[in-house]
């Protein structure tokens, strides 16, 4: 029986040790409320899928939009100010 190897290195040959930075878990932080709002459009979105939008879909599905898109804006308005440049 021929035994089968990889040709290339492996990709993560060396595996970071103790978890994120602490700059890391800053990072995560700052974005969660951009992540916890995409999550919540994508909640609308995957309700939606299987069953046409009521005026009170349509209604949850801007306020989602706009969440996404206000969380957005305040991240790049903390970046503008912590760097102290524009974004």
Sequence with gaps: MRTIAALQ??????PPVGGPTAAELDAIEAEMPVISAEVELLDVQISLLDRPATEFDERRLRRARRRVL?????????DATQTGGAA
Excluded: M
């Design 9 to 14: 290195a492996v990709v993560t040959a060396n």
């Design 70 to 78: 206000d969380a957005h804006r305040d991240l790049l308005n903390l």
